[in-house]
Each structure stands twice: as structure tokens, then as C-alpha cells.
């Protein structure tokens, strides 16, 4: 069978962790039956047409904040540094992406980018913004779990796993403030926040604010989410 082939959104490479963070993206796509096309900020839009129209798929990945202007938000004092370049780059793809009808994953800033092109907005900083006892900027290595998610019953992530509960790590300050319209939430924190999202109809946008692609190897619920994903683009 003709293998999907992803289209990954990441950051500019500019140190060996970002290099690595690549890898491990790459990895989880490739392990999973899909094969990655790397698309870092710096590609440019010469061809972008060509390439939305070559891929079966897209992944957008982590990195630093969106800068708060793209959700018509004034900038807090506790908002990370934004990349615009890479912001520019995404928000360009992704609503040339949305037009058609290819499935879409998106992990941590993925989800945020994912859901404020759809016309969502974000709280720029969780510890100053929200009240909670749930620690969502993990201090246990990337590859180990640190918090919960609550499954909501009748999504598809619980179709997919089956349980009410599954593990995830932690790496963010931001979260979804208001959802966008067409989105549906499909897992929480226990403190309320969203952890996992997905598109209303038949359209396959799913999205996680944790990071499946460090857990998939050790755990089997984390695995089914790339599976899930990489069979959505084979079978399109
Ligand atoms: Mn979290």
C-alpha cells in the first residue's frame, strides 16, 4: 500500500535540541506507517499549491507561543516570545490546508495554532490567568507522564481508546480560552482545561495540547492516537 505522506510543521532548526525535537516527531510519523515531509518555516510559499496537493496529511508540532494579535488579543506581560516568522508561515499553510478536505493533527502550540485559525482564542499564561492545582509545565522529563486527562464520552478519542482516563505529559503555559465554533472538546485536565480537541462532522481535525509523540513508544493509548491519524491519511 502506497504510504500517506505528512506534511510537518516545525521550527526552525537552530541547536542540536531542536534537531532532536525534529527527530522525534519524525519518528512517531514514520514508526506509524506514514512517511514525514519536513516543513520548517524558512521553506517559503513558492510552493505551497504543489505541496498541500502532494500530501495525504498534516501535523502541526510544539514550539514557543502564537503572538496574541493573531486571536485579536492586547499582548500580557507573562506571554512567551512569539516567532512570527514561523506564525506567518503556519497561519499562510494552514488556511490554504483547511480548503481542502485532508486530516489535520496538531500537538501542544499545534492545537492553540489549529484552533485560533479556526477563530478561537487562547489564555496567554495559566499560572496568571486561571486558578489550578494541575501542574501543566511538567518537571519530569519530556518523556514521562505527569498528569490525567478526562476522556469525553461519544468523542472520538474515546472510540479510540475505550477509557475514560489516559496519561499525558505537560509542557505548556497557554491553553484554549474560548473554542472555536468548530471544534468540540474530547478530553480535560481535572482542573477544566482542554487537553484534546476535534473537528464537528466528517472532516478528521484532531488535536492535543500534551505530547503523544514522547509517549507512543511505552504507551499503547498514545500509540492508537498516530495510528489513528496516519489511517485517516492512507485511506484518503
Ligand atoms: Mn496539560
Redesign the pocket.
Known sequence: MKKAVIGLFVKKRRNEADKEDERVYCGAIEENGGVALVLPPDLGNENIEHIVDECDGFFFSGGVDIEPSRYGAQRRAECGAADLERDKFEFTWIEKILKTDKPILGVCRGMQLINVALGGTLYQDIPSELETS?L?RQTEPKFSTS?EVKIAIGTPLHSLVSEDRMS?N?F?HQ?VKELAKDLQPMAF?DDG?I?AVYFKGERYIRAY??HPERLYDKDPQNRKIFEDFIEACTLK
Do not use: L, P, R
Open positions: 494541575v501543566h498528569h499525558a505537560s505548556h491553553c485536565a482545561i487537553e495540547q500534551w
